[in-house]
């Protein structure tokens, strides 16, 4: 399965919040997380899921936007904007799926410093 449909559907799970019960349907078993300011991979769904619905949570907001969008084969790269407390940050997604269309891989990558500061303390307190 291309990455295509995989993306659809991760759109559907990220407008509606990224709740934990519909990231478990599109996550693959084995998925990892490369977060922009953890320095280890974090390894299986479980954690993925606890990383994705924290975003949900911290990114969820109306100025939330994904701007740019590049998929090939298994992969996908969406560019987002969004403003948390009057910082504006731009990052990107990475996303591999794997052979079922599930999300295995998953890697964020934010700028400024200065925001990435100010979503590595929002999502903390989620992670708590």
Do not use: C
């Amino acid at each position: 399965m291309s990455a295509a449909a995989g993306i659809k559907e991760w759109h559907r799970v990220a407008s509606a919040g990224s709740k934990p019960e519909d990231l478990l349907e599109i996550l693959a078993e084995d998925a990892v997380f490369h977060s922009p300011v953890v320095h280890t991979p974090q390894e299986g769904r479980e954690k993925v899921i606890a990383y994705l619905s924290a975003a949900g949570t911290v990114l969820g907001g109306d100025s939330f936007k994904y701007i740019r969008e590049v998929v090939d084969g298994d992969n996908a790269i969406l560019e987002f904007t969004n403003e948390l407390e009057g910082i504006q940050i731009n990052g990107i997604d990475m996303i591999r799926f794997n052979e079922d269309g599930k999300i295995s891989d998953f890697k964020v990558m934010v700028r400024p410093m200065k925001a990435m500061n100010k979503l590595w303390d929002m999502m903390a307190a989620q992670l708590e």
